[in-house]
């Protein structure tokens, strides 16, 4: 079946550590993103990528950096330098083409340990 | 600037009994496209249904609809003989058709179905 798969489903950090959360997608869509959602809120975008080798910054890129090195495949890496990184992390990709909806994987809670 | 509004924290609907979710938008573009998610508490996001908003027709799937008041700015979730699988929270977002990578969301409104 086709999808968004995200990993670890939970991930501790450690105070001035680099965590790396995984996104792989089957879907064969171009469009990638990463979301942040604090609870009771709506999504925040932190990056998205259009295409291979490229991403842009979304709204609260400071303290995250991401790489596409491989259409399947959009990691988020969350920076010492991100001070408040406690929420849940989320995945999405999308296919050309018209008003294509984006498509979630399951997400990423990151706690502080 | 591209807002969506979601004015209902929360909302309890008993099962089989129908309830609707308000949702408000801003946009100075023409052509744009608009979304309802559903996010469990397994946490996953699920589309819902979606509105072209050149449509005038309103969407349906199955129990879900939608209201789609283009001059007021406003998209509406009905959902119809609820079911106690339809607790979630609910997320109204729209696209707008210069940027399709930068999707607006809303706050969300957590529905309870009782049973």
């Known amino acids: 079946d086709g999808g968004i798969t995200q990993s670890p489903k939970y991930l501790f950090r450690k105070e001035g550590q680099n965590v790396t959360l995984s996104c792989e997608q089957n879907?064969?869509?171009?469009?990638m993103y990463w979301y942040r959602q604090d609870p009771g809120q709506g999504l925040r975008l932190i990056y998205y990528s259009q295409i291979v080798n490229d991403f842009q910054k979304g709204d609260i890129a400071e303290g995250y950096s991401v790489s596409r090195e491989k259409k399947e495949s959009f990691p988020l890496t969350v920076t010492s330098a991100q001070k408040n990184p406690t929420a849940f992390y989320l995945c999405?990709?999308?296919?050309?083409?018209?008003?294509?909806?984006?498509?979630f994987g399951d997400g990423t809670r990151l706690s502080i340990l | 600037a591209q807002t969506v509004t979601q004015s209902q924290p929360e909302m309890s609907v008993q099962e089989a009994e129908t309830v609707t979710l308000s949702c408000t938008y801003d946009?100075?573009?023409?052509?744009?496209?608009l979304f309802w998610y559903k996010q469990p508490p397994s946490r996953q996001m699920i589309l819902v249904i979606r509105?072209?908003?050149?449509?005038?027709q309103n969407a349906t799937e199955n129990r879900f609809s939608v209201n789609f008041q283009k001059a007021a700015k406003s998209f509406s979730l009905k959902i119809s003989d609820s079911q106690l699988g339809d607790t979630a929270m609910y997320f109204c977002a729209f696209m707008t058709e210069d940027n399709f990578n930068k999707f607006y969301f809303g706050s969300g409104t957590k529905l309870n179905v009782k049973p």
């Open positions: 999405a990709s999308r296919g050309t083409g018209g008003y294509q909806p984006q498509h």
């Open positions: 879907l064969n869509h171009d469009a």
């Open positions: 946009t100075s573009e023409n052509n744009y496209y």
């Open positions: 509105q072209e908003a050149y449509k005038q």
